[in-house]
């Protein structure tokens, strides 16, 4: 338990810290960012599970918002509820075994989708979505770096020994979750 705490932990440092620095990176459509902090989050959608993956999702949205000082702004609800939805997406279909590329371009999807359904409830009409091409050709763009980004962090963590964060029992299928041990146990 402590080291699957630990282990959030440093993921949700991660992705926060890349929140806030993609904040910093001009965007073509109002509240919107290019979100490569869902990288982490696709990274334990598809490797750790869907519980994890909420946890994450939410933690680093609130705390790259309170770091950039947009809490409870437009932008922060647009992103926490994006963010939310397309763990949400991303886990459900890592059981069915699709790879980072077709779970990220998924959540992109839903992100992009729920964002709109936000910004519309906020504006109070739906002229939010004449954006939708504009946002999904952009989710295009950062749902293929993300899935190549989370794919190098699972190489990363198995050339560097995770199996610290995870118990040596042997994985019995490939469920998220499972993956990750049997990748592990695998790379010994």
Partial sequence: MVKRIALLSVLTALSSVLYTAENLLPFPVPFGRWGFSNSVVLFIASEIGF??????????????????????????????????????????????????????LSGASMNNFVQLIVISFILENTKAFSLLPVMMNLGLISATANAFIASKMGGILFENRASFFFTEETAVDETPGNRLRNRISQHR
């Fill in 51 to 104: 519980a994890d993956a909420l946890i994450v999702s939410s933690a680093k949205s609130i705390i790259g918002a309170l770091f950039s000082g947009r809490f409870l702004s437009p932008s922060f609800l647009t992103g926490f509820f994006g963010a939310i939805s397309a763990a949400t997406i991303e886990s459900l279909l890592a059981r069915f075994g699709f790879g980072y590329l077709g779970l990220s």
